[in-house]
């Protein structure tokens, strides 16, 4: 295995989150590897979005630290973390509906194109972008409907829109959080095969609940129940762990 494979990009070390009094996360630690797909799962109200949303600052953690590309980003903004290279997608679809999905492409490549605060410039001044803007949607199979409006995509293929806007920003670290809510299985599939690709050259963290998608992506999983963490493992591992099946049936140990 090559070395680089082994390399922890994203980490976090005894990440706590109180709200008032209530522990939403606690004591929680983990390392995301690059070229990996790490799972983030665990039943309703296991502390996985507040993870996600500690991790790309959306929230401050109470305690404990969290570090990117080997940096302290424990206090930074979400835009610098953003800047770093941490990109997020989200349950809801965050595409412009009435750009066409070659413009929703092009305005995300604006930031790493230097023209993000250029507002005052004519919508010709994104043409230099479009090669790249075309290589994305060649890349995660959108190339048939570049000039479609994006509110006519079907549920599936804005999904995968989102995650071609989120590859525009070149993410060192891209977190999905739930990429499979609401689809079908032909477009799991799809998405499946786009993570997969995508993983290969970045780490991929992902809170998904479908845990046959989990089985069939994850390199490493954290289970989470009650803000912390219950197991870490591969998934035939966390799978035969007995607190895991409790957690996930919802039974009490004899």
Do not use: C
């Amino acid at each position: 295995m090559d070395s680089i494979d082994l390399r922890v990009v994203l980490s976090a070390r005894g990440l706590r989150r109180d709200f008032g009094g209530f522990v939403a996360v606690n004591d929680v630690d983990l390392d995301v590897h690059h070229a990996r797909i790490h799972a983030l799962i665990g039943p309703n109200g296991a502390g996985k979005t507040t993870v996600f949303n500690l991790l790309t600052k959306f929230l401050e953690p109470t305690s404990g630290r969290i570090e990117l590309l080997g940096h302290d980003i424990t206090r930074m903004p979400p835009a610098a973390v953003a800047r770093m290279g941490l990109a997020r997608s989200f349950q809801i679809s965050a595409i412009f509906p009435h750009l066409t999905v070659l413009d929703n492409v092009r305005v995300a490549l604006q930031r790493p194109g230097g023209l993000s605060t250029q507002f005052w410039r004519p919508l010709s001044a994104l043409d230099r972008l479009t090669p790249r803007a075309d290589e994305l949607l060649d890349a995660v199979g959108l190339t048939d409907v570049r000039n479609k409006l994006a509110v006519d995509l079907s549920y599936g293929r804005k999904r995968v829109l989102e995650i071609a806007t989120t590859l525009a920003l070149d993410p060192k670290v891209l977190l999905l959080d739930e990429p499979m809510a609401g689809m079908g299985h032909e477009d799991v599939g799809t998405i499946s095969d786009l993570i997969r690709s995508v993983a290969r050259g970045r780490a991929v963290l992902m809170v998904e609940h479908n845990l046959s998608v989990v089985a069939d992506l994850s390199d490493w999983i954290t289970v989470m129940q009650r803000g912390k963490v219950l197991a870490t493992g591969d998934y035939p591992t966390v799978a035969a762990d007995e607190r895991v099946k409790v957690a996930y049936m919802g039974m009490e140990e004899g």
